[in-house]
């Protein structure tokens, strides 16, 4: 449903997508996990066309980005990183707001409202301003925000950013339930676990380049099932093995502490990339 062809966008010397090709079909649930400055809003940004690309072309539906930006527009739901609700509005004058935007029937648009203020579990909250939410209350505003105008595809960039666990879970739960309804649903993230928990596929992006993308389990399949991490001198080395014997036979030959674990998808990102995703 959405093809991305040699995407690039350039800001004078930096390129922040580089020549990336990429197919996202209806129903998935795909997950781009990267550092910061990855590159990862920028996509967001050309995809909800609120960027134009330097170079290379989206297609949506089979739809050119740019020759019908109004059509698109409304194929796709935006959560973008930053908050950004009217604070003096109430929940539900923020979401009447984006329906009159997008040129929703009265009637329609207000029974829209109050069920997606009821999904959401934000009903009783409807008519306070938003300035008085909690960021997880924002973060659901903006989501209900977003599918307002029926759209097909959800983007979210790091929708839980900033939220504590508990929060973070119940707006996983939120995400799951509408991919599960049919949502087409493209997340930004850094945290590894999300991307785990959520994503049918996954795309890992570093310098605005797609360094490897594939399922949860066949990108840890990749770095191998388990790693040993010796503790040598102040510093951590990992290797990767494919079964426990391995690293345990290879553990007797060291001298330094050591720790045998299953690998998870951040050793996977670590091992293509060289890099930790809070660096
Ligand atoms: N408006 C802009 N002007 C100049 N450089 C930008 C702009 N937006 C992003 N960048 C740069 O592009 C790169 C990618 O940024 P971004 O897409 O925000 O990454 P991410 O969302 O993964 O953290 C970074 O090096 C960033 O500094
Ligand atoms: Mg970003």
């Known amino acids: 449903m959405i093809v991305i062809d040699n995407l690039t966008k350039k800001y004078k010397n930096i390129t922040a997508v580089d020549n990336l090709n990429l197919e996202i079909k209806k129903g998935e649930f795909f997950g781009l996990l990267g550092p910061n400055g990855a590159g990862k809003t920028t996509l967001i940004k050309m995809l ?6 330097t170079s290379g072309t989206i297609m949506i539906d089979d739809i050119y980005m ?3 930006k109004t059509k ?3 194929k796709i739901g935006v959560v973008s990183q930053h908050i950004n609700l009217e604070w003096e509005l109430s929940a539900i004058q923020n979401l009447q707001l984006h329906g009159k935007l997008f040129g929703m029937q009265k009637d329609y648009m207000q029974k829209r409202i109050d069920e997606l203020l009821k999904y959401i579990d934000l009903y009783d909250r409807k008519d306070e301003k938003v300035k008085n939410f909690s960021g997880g209350m924002k973060r659901k505003l903006m989501i209900a925000r977003a599918l307002l105008h029926e759209p097909e595809v959800l983007l979210l960039d790091e929708p839980t950013v900033g939220l504590d666990a508990s929060v973070r879970r119940k707006l996983w739960d939120l995400m799951k339930g509408l991919n599960k309804d049919g949502m087409t649903v493209i997340l930004t993230t850094h945290y590894i676990e999300e991307a785990e ?19 949860p389990k066949k990108l840890i399949e990749k770095s191998g099932q388990f790693v040993m991490e010796c503790f040598d001198e102040g510093q951590t080395k990992t290797l990767f093995f494919e079964n426990r014997e391995d690293a345990l036979k290879k553990a007797t030959s060291i001298n330094s502490s050591v720790n045998i674990r299953q690998s998870n998808l951040e050793d996977t990102f670590i091992m293509l990339t060289n890099r930790r995703m809070g660096e």
């Not at 909800?48 to 690309?53: D, E, G």
Request: hydrophobic fraction near 35%; glycine fraction near 6%.
């Open 48 to 53: 909800s066309t609120l960027t134009k690309p």
């Open 66 to 68: 740019d020759r019908n």
């Open 72 to 74: 698109v527009k409304s």
């Open 197 to 215: 928990v959520l994503c049918n596929r996954v795309g890992f992006f570093n310098n605005g380049k797609l360094v490897a993308l594939d399922t």
